[in-house]
């Protein structure tokens, strides 16, 4: 026998029962004094009615504090379960929260079961509680699982009919993952509503470890839940499930151009305990086979990679997805990668001190052979790079506007049209690579790129430094220069720094941030992000006066990072996963536009750009499917994105009973097997009666009786 | 013993007594105008004898008993005792300070007033009235005198009675039983809260005397009625223990034990032909004294 209180947190009301007590010593405490003559008749008088009175206000006490003990009792509801105590016949009303897994990982067809998923399976038990493990009078909720977990059902409905009718038409699988622990603690929140008596948790689900284990780990939440419930877990697939998945899908290098070839790479991992055989690998480009498929052969609970090299013949955003041929679980088999494919990228270099008979001292010589080195050799591939240089300290009517990138080098100053035509270059998405040099007056530059409006560089340029230095890899943590960070081809360490300025970059800009540093600390690269583009300022030179950098092979794909990622510009997050959202970037002309979004499905929705510090930007906060999106602004520009599923949910390994109850030591559960008849092993389990009334019948009655004795001893005395 | 000087110019005092000898004032004509109403006179005039009714005689004297058996007309006449000596004890003990509220005099102040108006009552028929002022012994002791100032020293000496927190009545009755030599009246003004057996032997003992005893029982309201309600601590006037009680619980039982003794008293006084007066302090006191004396003489 065992007796709980559903509202045990007011237990603590108990101590009202000191008011009954305390009024009785007040009123003993408060009374007249008489001085009297006549004591011998009193003294007579009280030897032999005292101690019966005294009697009389204990037991009226004794009566005042039992009535309150037993409201607050009541109030707190107890429940006293007894063993064997059948209630199906006399149960009061039931209180069922059905905790519906839907997560992608239920979309798993088992061996041997038809076409029919675990979610099916999973369905058809929910089902069979709703349907007949409830009855007229009891009421349900309906949780969905899947990360994160969502309360279909949340009041509790007294209509089971319209809510059976509802998981059969519009419940299905999610591409989410799951996290049990969250799903448990929307249940708790669900269960702090319930006013029923008695209350069950049935928990449907494939129990997979990742649900379990991890950040989704939350003993205390399922403490809780099995504190105000019944927890029955229902497992609907056991065992492990040999499953394969594509967990990711990126270009190789960041920039991609058309007419030359893009490296597409997709990571296969299998999580079977088998090795994963003839496993047939291809890539799918705008919705259209691409390409040969490859074979992959994938040892158990391994990953390996697989690469296409795919040539786009049309710039563009264009949508990829690499598949793997179909397993039990299909939703996982297909990964997907929304890529950019430029034209080419256009790079203005602004020479501020061109110098044609000593190559090695103008200003533009070096940065124009990294861009676009001779075609040497066969296989080599010309860059997807368009330098042109300008000479002089003016764009001298170029259009800067058909440029991707514009690199000033050891640029004297620039004049105010000049400024205004890069300021609005940035502004829209163009990048600025700004190298410095003895040319470069500093006064001019802070007052008319720092301290003025618009305020272009990221950092106020000091003095010259002339103490030796070398770049400091270890700070390289900014996106674009990550792959130099503990590169074992290239060493950026080795490029000897004997004039720089020194930098003192914007702190109190949010979006200035140090891209490289000396080894000496100083600031060697610093980057700020200007409307929709961005600015980085290099604190030497670009040629070998000033450093040794040029020379080394890390300067040619130093600057191919660099010019890429100031390249990339308006791109907003492209790729992203189920549940994280997706950012547009528009220019401030079409902050006022609306924007289409189509999803995976095809169904549209309009969103409305909100304008900020960084420019105007469109967010779909939550993808709920994974694919690809497409956000069309209106009468304007259309574009891709691709959401993909988090993979950590591919791992179908589940916890049975005991390695769950080692996982979560909850104090008691049911757990029905999935071949086990669920109303029978209910009403096994299903023990229980509420006191609360009859403690208010105890406390009606006390009243009554409280009123007579009063009345009784009041008449008497 | 005698006041002193002090104590007799005290203003205080002065007052008092002047206040004392109009209420005695008062009680006595009180009493004097009742008895002109009534057949009846005063304490010390008895019947002498019958005489033939001649005209001029007051018709109120006339014996209609007589008239009616021989159907002659006999008027009564009386004799007036010059020698009776009235001592007045009053209880000074503390339990007689008790002054329920909304009441015009504490026991004590009552029982002065009695005394006082007697006093003045029995030396107005030339009669001896004395005062005893007792509480745990005999305080006070003023013999008999029928002189006008007598009246005014006894005055004075019950203003300044003191008061001490115990009662010995049996002490103090058997003392004065030894000390009056002559037969006389005893008067006794006291609430009588104490040992019953006591206060019996020592109104026997006065009656062993031959003394005529009359006892005025005097009580507030309260003590006859208990009238209290809420949770009260009663605390004694006469050095008792404290007692916390809720009246409402025990005013049945102390009504039954008040009336227990009160009847017991009645009784055994009754047993001794001692005249028992009760006289609450609401009453006036010439009332008092008026149905005291109604009762003597029928």
Same mark, same amino acid.
């Given at each position: 026998m065992g007796l709980s209180f559903?509202?045990?947190?007011?237990?603590?009301?108990?101590?009202?029962?000191?008011i009954p007590i305390i009024i009785h010593l007040l009123q003993r405490k408060r009374f007249r004094v008489v001085r009297w003559g006549a004591m011998e008749f009193l003294r007579l008088s009280q030897r032999n009615r005292s101690r019966r009175l005294m009697i009389e206000q204990l037991l009226l006490l004794l009566i005042r504090c039992l009535l309150i003990a037993l409201v607050v009792l009541a109030v707190c509801r107890p429940v006293v379960r007894l063993a064997g105590?059948?209630?199906?016949? #006399?149960?009061g009303q039931v209180h069922a929260v059905i905790i519906l897994d839907n997560s992608y990982s239920m979309g798993y067809r088992p061996a041997g079961?038809?076409?029919?998923?675990v979610f099916d399976r999973a369905r058809k038990r929910a089902l069979d509680i709703v349907e007949r493990g409830l009855r007229q009078g009891d009421a349900v909720s309906v949780i969905? !699982?899947?990360?994160?977990?969502?309360?279909?059902?949340?009041?509790? #409905?007294?209509d089971l009919r319209s809510v059976a009718a509802l998981l059969r038409r519009s419940v299905g699988l999610s591409d989410a993952g799951t996290n049990y622990g969250k799903a448990a603690r929307l249940a708790l929140d669900v269960l702090g509503e319930s006013q029923f008596v008695n209350r069950e948790v049935f928990l449907i689900a494939d129990n997979q470890a990742a649900g379990w284990?991890? +950040?989704?780990?939350?003993v205390p939440a399922w403490e809780g839940v099995a504190r105000l419930a019944k927890l029955v877990f229902l497992p609907v697939r056991d065992g492990n499930a040999p499953n394969a998945a594509v967990e990711w899908v990126q270009a190789v290098r960041g920039l991609a151009t058309a007419r030359s070839s893009t490296r597409v790479q997709a990571r296969i991992v299998n999580y079977s305990t088998a090795p994963l055989r003839d496993a047939m690998v291809s890539l799918e480009i705008d919705g259209k086979p691409e390409g040969v498929s490859q074979r992959v052969e994938v040892d158990p609970e391994k990953g390996t990679l697989v690469a296409f090299n795919q040539m786009f013949d049309r710039p563009g955003v264009h949508s990829c997805a690499v598949r793997i041929t179909g397993d039990r679980? +299909?939703?996982?088999?297909v990964g997907y990668l929304a890529l950019r494919v430029r034209d080419s990228v256009k790079v203005l270099v602004l020479n501020g001190k061109p110098n044609a008979a000593v190559p090695q001292k103008d200003a533009a010589f070096f940065l124009q052979l990294a861009l676009a080195p001779p075609i040497s050799g066969p296989g080599s591939e010309p860059t997807p790079l368009e330098p042109r240089v300008v000479p002089?300290? #003016?764009?001298?009517?170029?259009?800067?506007?058909?440029?991707?990138v514009v690199t000033l080098s050891d640029v004297e100053s620039l004049s105010e049209g000049d400024r205004r035509l890069l300021a609005e270059f940035v502004q829209n998405g163009g990048g600025a690579l700004i190298f410095l040099g003895d040319r470069v007056n500093a006064p001019l530059y802070n007052r008319?790129?720092?301290?003025?409006?618009?305020?272009?560089?990221p950092a106020r340029i000091g003095k010259v430094d002339t103490a030796k230095a070398s770049l400091d890899?270890?700070?390289?943590?900014h996106p674009a220069l990550q792959?130099?960070?503990?590169?074992?081809?290239?060493?950026?360490?080795t490029a000897e720094f004997s004039k720089y300025f020194a930098l003192t970059p914007k702190?109190?800009?949010?979006?200035?941030?140090?891209?490289a540093k000396f080894?000496?600390?100083?600031? !060697?690269i610093v980057e700020k992000q200007f409307g929709l583009g961005k600015v980085m300022l290099v604190?030497?030179?670009?040629?070998?006066?000033?450093?040794s950098l040029p020379l080394k092979p890390v300067f040619l794909p130093l600057i191919h990072q660099l010019v890429a990622y100031l390249a990339s510009?308006?791109?907003?997050?492209?790729n992203g996963q189920v549940g994280q959202p997706l950012v547009k970037p528009l220019p401030l002309s079409e902050a006022s536009r609306r924007v289409t979004v189509t999803d995976p499905a095809g169904d549209k929705s309009t969103l409305k750009p909100v304008v900020d510090e960084r420019g105007a930007l469109v967010t779909?906060?939550? +993808?709920?499917?994974a694919g690809f999106y497409r956000m069309a602004v209106d009468g304007g520009t259309s574009d891709v994105f691709a959401v993909n599923r988090n993979?950590?949910?591919?791992?179908?390994?589940s916890l049975d009973q005991s390695a769950l109850k080692r996982l979560l030591p909850v104090r008691e559960w049911t757990w029905i097997n999935l071949d086990e008849d669920l109303v029978t092993a209910l009403n096994q389990s299903r023990t229980g009666v509420e006191l609360w009334r009859h403690l208010l019948l105890a406390a009606l009655g006390l009243m009554v009786l409280e009123t007579m004795m009063a009345q009784l001893f009041g008449r008497r005395a | 013993m005698p006041l002193t000087q002090q104590q007799l110019n005290d203003p205080q005092v002065i007052g008092a007594v002047t206040r004392l000898e109009l209420h005695a004032r008062e009680v006595m004509e009180g009493v004097i105008s009742g008895l002109h109403k009534s057949p009846y006179h005063g304490f010390s005039v008895e019947f002498a004898q019958h005489r033939e009714y001649t005209p001029?005689?007051?018709?109120? &004297?006339?014996?209609w008993r007589v008239a009616g058996r021989s159907d002659r007309y006999y008027v009564k006449e009386f004799e007036e005792e010059t020698n009776l000596k009235a001592y007045i004890l009053v209880d000074t003990s503390e339990s007689m300070t008790y002054k329920g509220p909304?009441?015009? &005099?504490s026991k004590l102040e009552y029982a002065q007033i009695l005394a006082a108006g007697m006093s003045s009552l029995l030396i107005q028929q030339r009669d001896a009235a004395g005062v005893v002022i007792f509480n745990?012994?005999?305080?006070?002791y003023v013999p008999p005198r029928a002189t006008a100032t007598h009246f005014t020293q006894i005055l004075e000496e019950l203003v300044t009675a003191q008061t001490r927190p115990?009662?010995?009545?049996a002490p103090t009755f058997h003392y004065m039983a030894d000390t009056i030599k002559r037969r006389g009246m005893v008067i006794v003004l006291s609430d009588?809260?104490?040992?019953l057996e006591d206060v019996m032997e020592g109104l026997k003992h006065f009656r062993y005397r031959k003394h005529e005893v009359i006892v005025f029982q005097i009580l507030d309201p309260d003590e006859v009625n208990f009238p209290f309600d809420d949770l009260t601590k009663f605390e004694g006037l006469e050095l008792e223990p404290d007692l916390l009680v809720d009246p409402r619980g025990i005013r049945e039982e102390y009504l039954r034990q008040f009336e227990l003794f009160c009847s017991a008293l009645e009784r055994r006084c009754g047993e001794i032909q001692v005249d028992l007066i009760r006289a609450v302090t609401s009453e006036d006191p010439a009332d008092a004294v008026t149905r005291y004396l109604s009762r003597r003489q029928s």
């Open positions: 559903l509202n045990g947190g007011l237990l603590g009301a108990l101590s009202l029962i000191a105590m059948n209630i199906a016949q #006399s149960r079961a038809a076409n029919e998923t969905l !699982a899947s990360d994160p977990p969502q309360a279909l059902v949340r009041k509790p #409905s007294l284990e991890g +950040p989704a780990r939350d679980l +299909p939703s996982d088999d002089g300290n #003016s764009f001298a009517g170029a259009n800067v506007r058909g440029f991707d008319d790129l720092y301290d003025a409006q618009p305020s272009l560089l890899a270890g700070s390289f943590t792959r130099f960070r503990g590169a074992q081809d290239v060493d950026v360490g702190t109190e800009d949010r979006t200035v941030q140090v891209v080894n000496n600390g100083g600031a !060697a604190a030497s030179t670009a040629t070998t006066e000033w450093n510009g308006a791109d907003g997050t492209r779909l906060e939550k +993808p709920k499917s993979t950590g949910e591919s791992d179908l390994k | 001029g005689d007051e018709i109120r &004297y006339i014996d909304r009441r015009k &005099y745990d012994g005999v305080q006070k115990k009662t010995a009545m009588l809260f104490g040992d």
